[in-house]
Structure formats: structure tokens, C-alpha cells
């Protein structure tokens, strides 16, 4: 006894606009999918401060962050590092923030 499901594969939905030929071809799950807007990884945001020692402005991506917090209060990421210009720190010296996209 067969229910008629043996030979059904299961679909992905797309949800939004699509062009008008593509809505008429649904993507099976297996299929490679287009990127519409490709995203910021993790490790390539970009994070800027002040050092509190010497001034100096620097701007550096997340994998460069040491000691990564998050203050729920404030809503916000915060990292302390070592200045790369008077060496002071971490703390007390460079204080980074995530910059919001």
C-alpha cells in the first residue's frame, strides 16, 4: 500500500518579490540558493575608538577585539585594547565601539 508520497520532494517556499519567470520555479532542497544582499560576517564588522592615552582614532574589524562586553543598559559593545600608536593598555588606553550599520 503506497499513500502516494514515495516519489515527493519537498520544497522550499520563497517568500518575497520575485522576478515573474522565477516565481514559476520553485527551489528544491538541494539547490544552491542567490544571495540577494550579502550580510556582514561576524568577524569583518567594524569596530572604532579613541585611545584615552594619546588621541589616536583607529578603527579595526571584530577579529582584532580583545575582551569583547556588552552593556544591556546602554545598548551597546565596548572592547578595551592596546593602543597600537603609545602601546598604553588595554585598559586605559583604547576603548573601541561596534559601529552600528
Not at 544571495?35 to 594619546?54: A, D, H, N, V, Y
Not at 582584532?64 to 546602554?74: K, Y
Request: glycine letters at 10%.
Amino acid at each position: 500500500m503506497t499513500n502516494g508520497l514515495e516519489n515527493h520532494r519537498p520544497e522550499i517556499w520563497v517568500v518575497g518579490s520575485i522576478p515573474a519567470p522565477a516565481a514559476s520555479k520553485l527551489l528544491q532542497i538541494g539547490d544552491i540558493m542567490k544571495i540577494i544582499k550579502r550580510g556582514t560576517l561576524p568577524s569583518e564588522r567594524l569596530w572604532r575608538g579613541t585611545c584615552r592615552s594619546c588621541g589616536s582614532v583607529v578603527e579595526g574589524t571584530e577579529d582584532e577585539m580583545h575582551d569583547i562586553q556588552h552593556d544591556s543598559r546602554e545598548g551597546y559593545s565596548f572592547s578595551w585594547n592596546e593602543c597600537p600608536v603609545c602601546k598604553k593598555g588595554p585598559y586605559g588606553g583604547l576603548l573601541m565601539y561596534l559601529q552600528k550599520e
